[in-house]
């Protein structure tokens, strides 16, 4: 079974510009959560998706906006990009709400020049 | 606030050594995490624990959760280089999310 894809693996952007970031569950999974992961520090929470409702936000600017789709799918979106968002951005599935059975995609790598 | 604190922060040991890596917050936890991040991966979860005093051991990796709940701890025995990574701790939070630690960046030298 294929685990968590998240794509671009790697992504240029220019400051000032929108990027959107893709990811897709281990099947079964209904919930996907985001972080971003700046280097050398921890993941941070983002978002969470669940049934395709968001059940929770972290402490992020509204520039930051994600989706979950029918086939529970899901899409970052990030607007306006600054230079400090520049960082791993990690997609995590599992099957429920509940965060103690997340599985952790590789990231797709962002760099804002 | 909520600061997850792992020290120490950088660790480079040579094969065949032990090693411990800790994880202390001013919160109680309901329930902590482990995870190991390679380069150019996600955390993948080691281990998670629940009980004050308990201590789980997956190998030659031991873990143990402090009896009131706000720190743990993590036990590497004859290390290997297979074991160099990012460790991180993880609290559950009450909305049901992940509150990462600051990492400990593990190198062990053949």
């Known amino acids: 079974d294929a685990g968590v894809t998240q794509s671009p693996t790697h992504l240029i952007k220019t400051r000032g510009q929108h990027v959107t970031l893709r990811c897709s569950p281990i099947?079964?999974?209904?919930?996907v959560s985001w972080y971003q992961q700046v280097l050398g520090q921890g993941p941070q929470f983002i978002f969470q998706?669940?049934?395709?409702?968001?059940?929770g936000r972290g402490n992020f600017p509204d520039r930051f906006s994600a989706r979950q789709f029918p086939n529970y799918s899901s899409e970052l979106n990030v607007n306006a990009l600054l230079l400090g968002d520049s960082a791993l951005y990690l997609c995590?599935?599992?099957?429920?709400?509940?965060?103690?059975?997340?599985?952790f995609g590789s990231g797709t790598r962002l760099t804002v020049v | 606030t909520q600061l997850l604190k792992q020290s120490p922060q950088f660790l480079s040991i040579q094969e065949g050594e032990n090693l411990t890596v800790y994880c202390n917050s001013s919160?109680?936890?309901?329930?902590l995490q482990w995870y190991r991040q390679e380069p150019g991966e996600g955390p993948v979860l080691l281990v998670t624990?629940?009980?004050?005093?308990e201590v789980k051991k997956l190998k030659r990796l031991t873990f143990q959760f402090g009896d009131a709940r706000k720190d743990s701890s993590l036990h590497i025995t004859a290390a290997q280089p297979g074991d160099t990574g990012l460790y991180l701790c993880?609290?559950?939070?009450?909305?049901?999310?992940?509150?990462f630690g600051t990492g400990t960046r593990l190198t062990v030298i053949p």
């Open positions: 998706y669940y049934e395709k409702e968001e059940r």
């Open positions: 993880a609290m559950i939070t009450g909305a049901n999310n992940l509150f």
């Open positions: 995590a599935s599992s099957l429920g709400q509940l965060a103690g059975g997340y599985t």
């Open positions: 624990v629940v009980t004050g005093g």
């Open positions: 099947s079964g999974h209904k919930s």
């Open positions: 919160s109680v936890f309901s329930s």
